[in-house]
């Protein structure tokens, strides 16, 4: 089977470790170029050094970016480009969540999840479209989440941001489908990462998640096979 994903180059964002990391690592098995970011500059590099000493020969690049402020992303775009040259896909999977009554989350919590899951996404989005429309064509494969469809009781930023990221991915896929840019948006369950570690509740599944047996939660790495999948079907 051709693998039209060879040769290509894509951003990954919150590539350092999870979900992202895993889709990431699948598209490098694919020979991709691939360009990462997470906000920390340390936590960048050793993800990066640590994926190119396991894919030797694979191009791979990474660089500190916080989604949720655009002139981390201008650069972050920037810095792709100079890396690579091109774009062909991006995945918008960097994410946060905080988990508490509506009534009691804080606003820099709800900023920190509508800036980084919602936000964040548009501002790469924005970014990334020009170029991919200047090579005519491209994917955007936004990572959603089951959150974006069904509410819970202590999700009121986290669904209300990925029940956004839906809203932004159905009209950008309006806006650029004529332009040979297929927007997507993946809506995972609970997939088994460090996700939501250190917030006021663990992971993507709201109260009562924590008492799931470990094998109720994805592999993050079939979740990357259906992402590269994604990626890689035809405008
Ligand atoms: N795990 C689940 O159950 C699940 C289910 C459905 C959907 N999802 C979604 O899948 C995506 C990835 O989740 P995960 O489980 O892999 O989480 P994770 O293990 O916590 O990884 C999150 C990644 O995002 C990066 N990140 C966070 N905030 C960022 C920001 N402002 N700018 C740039 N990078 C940022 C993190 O790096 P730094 O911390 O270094 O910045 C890290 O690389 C998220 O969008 C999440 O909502 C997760």
Do not use: H
């Not at 970016?65 to 062909?88: H, K, P, T």
């Not at 806006?175 to 570690?197: H, K, Q």
């Amino acid at each position: 089977m051709s693998n039209r994903l060879a040769g290509q180059v894509a951003v990954v964002t919150g590539g350092t470790r999870g979900i992202g990391r895993s889709i990431a690592e699948a598209l490098l098995d694919a020979d991709m170029g691939v360009v990462i970011c997470g906000r920390e500059e340390a936590g960048v590099a050793r993800s990066v050094k640590e994926m190119t000493e396991t894919n030797a020969g694979r191009r791979m690049a990474g660089r500190a970016c916080n989604v949720g402020r655009y002139e981390d992303v201008a650069a972050f775009f920037r810095f792709a480009i100079q890396s690579f040259g091109r774009l062909d896909v991006l995945v918008n999977n960097a994410g946060v969540g905080w988990f508490d009554p509506v009534d009691r989350i804080t606003p820099e919590q709800w900023r920190q999840v509508i800036d980084t899951n919602l936000t964040g996404a548009f501002y790469c989005i924005r970014e990334a479209a020009p170029l991919m429309r200047r090579q005519g064509g491209g994917s955007i494969i936004n990572i959603g989440s089951l959150a974006g469809k069904n509410p819970m009781a202590g999700g009121a930023a986290y669904n209300a941001s990925k029940f956004g990221l839906l809203g932004l991915s159905e009209a950008a896929m309006l806006d650029l489908r004529y332009e040979n840019i297929r927007v997507s948006c993946i809506m995972p369950g609970s997939v088994a990462t460090e996700f939501g570690s250190g917030t006021s509740r663990e992971a993507d599944g709201a109260p009562g998640v924590e008492n799931r047996p470990r094998a109720y939660r994805a592999d993050r790495r079939s979740l990357a096979g259906a992402a590269a999948a994604n990626a890689g079907q035809p405008g």
